[in-house]
Nanobody, 120 residues
């Protein structure tokens, strides 16, 4: 059974940092496409950063240079390091996984989310 459990969310002031974690179980996350999504209050969900099984990463334009996606294969854990946070980064953040070699907009597996609040 595939499970994704996010952690690391919280409240931080603008300019601060947070690191989100996503512990995967039931499969080897290194063989899947892993993606961080977010859904700001009252807005649609958007993809923030993705990491393919062959190590290619991509980012939403608004987070480039501030966020970094990475993975610890030994721990089967995906991370999202978020620096220079802005109030517009406030959202529920979700970890998602898909067995395809490319990263779809609607991955097969989802975590329950972790909330990030950035105050000005």
């Amino acid at each position: 059974q595939v499970q994704l459990v996010e952690s690391g969310g919280g409240s931080v002031q603008a300019g601060g940092s947070l690191r989100l974690s996503c512990l995967a179980s039931g499969y080897r996350s290194s063989t899947y496409c892993m993606t961080w999504f977010r859904q700001p209050p009252g807005k649609e969900r958007e993809g923030v950063a993705s990491l393919t099984s062959d190590g290619r990463s991509s980012y939403l334009d608004s987070v480039k240079g501030r966020f970094t996606i990475s993975q610890d294969n030994a721990k089967n854990t995906l991370y999202l390091q978020m620096n220079s946070l802005k109030p517009e980064d406030t959202a529920m953040y979700y970890c998602a996984a898909d067995p395809r070699t490319w990263c779809p907009l609607s991955p097969l597996y989802w975590g329950q989310g972790t909330e990030v609040t950035v105050s000005s």
